[in-house]
């Protein structure tokens, strides 16, 4: 039988559903503000555009190298741990961003390390879902974290948007939007991995 979506919510497998599902969703958010947020926020520090969408290639090469390394370091080590360190890094990133440098070779170095550890963070939470579900479940439970992860995707850049409209400065923002990250390592820590299938 084709597996459902009822099989991830079974005893046994609905608290992992709901913990890794709630964990994508809310580290997306802060991976999304950094995304969609980064260049509109350093033209606003009176930078030219042109520098700002520079600063969205340093994210994705420290993205890249992010993912790269974390790969290497999680066939050595535990994953869960692994990937609840990567996701403080992102957070700590976040804030970093936030705090209002106004160096630009000092915000390329910072948005490549929140680049680095948010994506980092992705990969982790992508392979943490093919461990924490038996492999009849694996597809269905991996698909359905993603797409609701998707909403966080499109529900952050309107927060933030949100957020800067009601009047709070970038510090308070990044913070608010960069604890997704920590949201979702709190998560992982009640997350229990299953002996392999």
């Known amino acids: 039988a084709k597996p459902a979506i ?29 995304v969609k947020w980064v260049p509109a926020i ?9 520098a700002a969408a520079r600063l969205l290639t340093w994210v994705s090469a420290g993205g890249a190298v992010g993912g790269a390394i974390f790969g290497f370091f999680a066939t050595r080590m535990q994953l869960r741990p692994l990937t609840i360190v990567t996701l403080i890094g992102s957070a700590l990133a976040i804030a970093w961003f936030g705090s209002g440098v106004s160096s630009m070779g000092l915000l390329t170095v910072i948005v490549a390390f929140a680049g680095f550890f948010t994506n980092a963070s992705i990969a982790g939470l992508y392979m943490l879902f093919a461990k924490v579900y038996p492999t009849h479940a694996r597809a269905t439970g991996t698909g359905f974290a993603i797409g609701v992860g998707r ?27 960069g604890s997704g990250a920590v949201v979702a390592a709190v998560l992982l820590f009640f997350l229990k991995e299953r002996a392999a299938d």
């Not at 909403?151 to 939007?177: C, D, H, K, N, R």
Request: hydrophobic letters at 55%.
């Open 6 to 34: 009822a099989d991830i919510f079974k005893p046994g497998l609905g608290m992992t559903t709901v913990l890794v599902t709630a964990a994508y969703f809310t580290h997306i958010m802060s991976f999304y503000f950094l």
């Open 42 to 50: 350093v033209v606003d520090m009176g930078f030219a555009p042109t």
């Open 151 to 177: 909403g966080g995707a499109a529900l952050a850049p309107i927060v933030a948007g949100y957020l800067f409209e009601a009047g709070f400065g970038l510090q308070s923002v990044a913070l608010t939007m």
